[in-house]
C-alpha cells in the first residue's frame, strides 16, 4: 500500500486553505469600508506619492504581505508591485494578507473587527494602536470609513 495518494490529498488540501484565507469579521462589507476610507474606493487611481490603487497600497506594505501579484507575473518584474496595487482583487489579498499578519484588537475593545483592521491599515501593523484623529490625514480617513460604516465605535 502506497502513501502517496494520501501525501498528494494533504498536500492539495494544503494549497486550498491557503488560496481561501479567511480572518473572522474581514468580509465584504469591510472589505468595501477599508477602500472606501482609503480612496472611496476610486478603482481609476493609479499610483501617487509612493501610494497605488483604491486601497492606497505601498510598496513597503506589499512586501510586509508577501508580494501578491497577479496571475501569471513574478515578483521581481519592474511594475509588479503597482499592477498589483491598481488591480482591486489581487490589492484585496494584499489587504487580506496583511490584516492577517498584524490583526489584532488596536482599540483595546475586546474584539478584533473592521475597526481594528482600519487602524491597521492606515496607522500600520505595529502602530495600530494610534489613534487615526491625530492628524489631518487620519481624521479624513476616519471620516470616510465612518460614512461607509455608521456602526463603528471609532
Known amino acids: 500500500m502506497s502513501c502517496y495518494p494520501i501525501v498528494c490529498f494533504l498536500f492539495f488540501c494544503q494549497v486550498l ?3 481561501r484565507l479567511q480572518i473572522v469579521n474581514l468580509d465584504a462589507q469591510c472589505f468595501r469600508c477599508l477602500c ?5 474606493c476610486n478603482l481609476t487611481l ?5 501610494y497605488c490603487g483604491p486601497y492606497k ?12 501579484i ?3 507575473d513574478e515578483r521581481e518584474r519592474a511594475g509588479a508591485y ?41 496607522n500600520g501593523g505595529y ?3 494610534a489613534t487615526l484623529s491625530r492628524n489631518e490625514a487620519g481624521q479624513s ?3 470616510r470609513y465612518r460614512l461607509c460604516n455608521p456602526e463603528t465605535l471609532l
Open 82 to 122: 503597482e499592477d498589483c496595487a491598481i488591480s482591486y482583487q489581487c490589492a484585496q489579498r494584499v489587504v487580506l494578507n496583511y490584516i492577517a499578519k498584524y490583526g489584532r484588537d488596536c482599540n483595546d475593545d475586546g474584539v478584533t473587527n473592521c475597526d481594528d483592521f482600519t487602524m491597521i491599515n492606515f
Open 17 to 19: 486553505a491557503q488560496e
Open 46 to 50: 493609479g499610483c501617487d506619492g509612493g
Open 141 to 143: 480617513w476616519l471620516e
Open 127 to 129: 502602530q495600530c494602536k
Open 70 to 72: 497577479l496571475p501569471d
Open 36 to 40: 472606501y476610507a482609503a480612496t472611496k
Open 57 to 68: 497600497i505601498s510598496k513597503i506594505y506589499w512586501k510586509d504581505a508577501g508580494e501578491v
